[in-house]
């Protein structure tokens, strides 16, 4: 019986390191806190832009080619975010791009705690063919919010100018408060 319980252990401490150090990401491959030089390395790709504050890659989700930029803070990644670089003839397609999305956003990460669709301005309120045009006008926005533990994830289709844009934010909400990483940063200038 010993025998058993010792191996179940043993069993159980190697399940919870596995799920550790494999696949609880808070942004693609990536964790809050990684450094740039652990962000590139977790990239398939060299990044086409950076500075010390951002990094910025190309990849395709779904099919739809995308620029993937990850924020850091004192070389420490704090967030991400993907901004899809979609163009349509007809402005309501971005509506199907957003939804395409946000169920695939659902499907990883539940229902959103937040799911708006909000008017500016209700010129075209009536209109649903419309909808579109008053995106790219600014009168309307589409939004959807999930959380997890560690992060918030915001799905946004809003437009300016008649440009449209989607872009998924996340955005870590425990990096400022993980004492070991202040700890961290106070050695390291010591």
Not at 146 to 155: A, G, K, Q, S, V
């Amino acid at each position: 019986m010993k025998k058993y319980v010792t191996l179940l252990t043993i069993i159980l401490v190697l399940m919870s390191l596995q799920i550790v150090a494999g696949g609880n990401y808070d942004f693609r491959k990536t964790k809050w806190g990684m450094s740039q030089q652990e962000v590139t390395k977790s990239e398939p790709g060299q990044p086409i832009d950076g500075d010390s504050e951002a990094l910025v890659f190309t990849d395709f989700l779904d099919g739809e080619h995308c620029y993937v930029l990850f924020r850091f803070e004192n070389n420490r990644l704090i967030g991400g975010m993907y901004y899809f670089d979609i163009w349509h003839t007809n402005p309501n397609d971005y509506i199907l791009d957003f939804k395409k999305f946000k169920g695939l956003l659902t499907k990883k990460y539940g229902t959103p705690v937040e799911d708006n669709v909000h008017w500016k301005d209700e010129l075209f309120k009536e209109d649903d063919q419309s909808y579109g045009i008053a995106i790219g006008m600014g009168h309307l926005v589409y939004g959807a919010k999930w959380e997890t533990p560690t992060t918030e994830i915001t799905l946004t289709l809003y437009g300016e100018n008649y440009k449209i844009n989607l872009v998924a934010i996340y955005s870590s909400k425990t990096i400022n408060e993980d004492p070991q990483l202040k700890d961290k940063e106070v050695l390291d200038k010591l």
